[in-house]
């Protein structure tokens, strides 16, 4: 049963979404709020989609810990739930994404006029001063700045090491730094056709605050990211965290 449900979420998903990139074309003229307002449209469906065929819904914790104002949220990425849920969540942020996706045709469109914030994988240290500049604009509209700290998916129980954009960021822009823990993974498997039904839980852990060295950072950011994400991967029946004992800390 599961994987006929999962069919049809795929064929229903893709179908709604072409529609909604070429029916909401003219939007890329209108304002950013007017804009916005059908994305939501767009992103609500897709939820009920979830609810209705694939039987996943989802619940927030600590929503007190996001601050009024800007800030990093370092996000879990567990699979591709996340990516369709961080506006909902967030209301309106700036991601940090892969430039190659800012040349998809059309979906590229939606996400430069959307002030996304792209990053050059293969320019080195050009890439990350990049990151930087386009991010201050956000910053100083009050968006909040959205990214995955591992820089990929990485599956419940697997162990990656943190890359060095959410400390360059968390350098550059003077702000706090919200970890966002989740357990998707265990109900929407990377690069998995099946999906499983059942609640995932998306969790805002403290703020850590702005002005603490970086490396200091990185060490609360990983350390308390992870044993959130672990704890709720393990309470969903997903497995434990095995972490390398030579495993290096974040650069």
Same mark, same amino acid.
């Given at each position: 049963m599961t994987?006929? &449900? /999962? +069919?049809l979420f795929n064929l229903l998903f893709f179908g709604w979404t072409a529609v909604c990139c070429f029916a909401l074309?003219? =939007?890329l003229f209108l304002s950013h709020r007017t804009m916005m307002a059908w994305i939501f449209v767009w992103l609500r469906v897709v939820h009920w989609l979830e609810k209705t065929v694939l039987g996943i819904d989802y619940r927030v914790v600590g929503r007190e810990n996001l601050p009024a104002g800007a800030c990093i949220v370092a996000a879990k990425h567990? /699979?591709?739930w996340e990516t369709l849920k961080l506006h909902l969540l967030l209301g309106d942020p700036a991601i940090v994404l892969k430039a190659e996706l800012l040349k998809v045709p059309v979906?590229?469109?939606?996400?430069?006029?959307?002030g996304m914030i792209p990053v050059d &994988?293969? $320019?080195? /240290? &050009?890439a990350v001063k990049v990151m930087i500049e386009s991010a201050r604009p956000r910053v100083a509209e009050g968006r909040p700045i959205a990214i995955f700290p591992q820089g990929t998916r990485t599956a419940p129980g697997t162990w990656r090491p943190y890359r060095i954009g959410v400390g360059a960021?968390? @350098?550059g822009l003077g702000v706090p730094v919200v970890p966002m823990a989740l357990n998707s993974g265990v109900f929407w498997g990377r690069r998995a056709f099946r999906k499983r039904p059942g609640t995932i839980t998306v969790e805002f852990l403290p703020p850590i605050p702005a002005g603490l060295k970086r490396d200091e950072m990185m060490r609360r950011l990983e350390d308390e990211l992870e044993a $959130? =994400? @672990?704890?709720? /991967?393990? +309470? +969903?029946g997903g497995p434990p965290t095995v972490r390398p004992t030579n495993a290096a800390a974040p650069a």
């Open positions: 994987i006929l &449900r /999962s +069919a074309l003219p =939007s567990q /699979s591709a979906w590229g469109r939606y996400l430069v006029r959307t &994988r293969g $320019a080195g /240290s &050009r960021l968390y @350098e $959130a =994400s @672990e704890r709720l /991967s393990v +309470a +969903a």
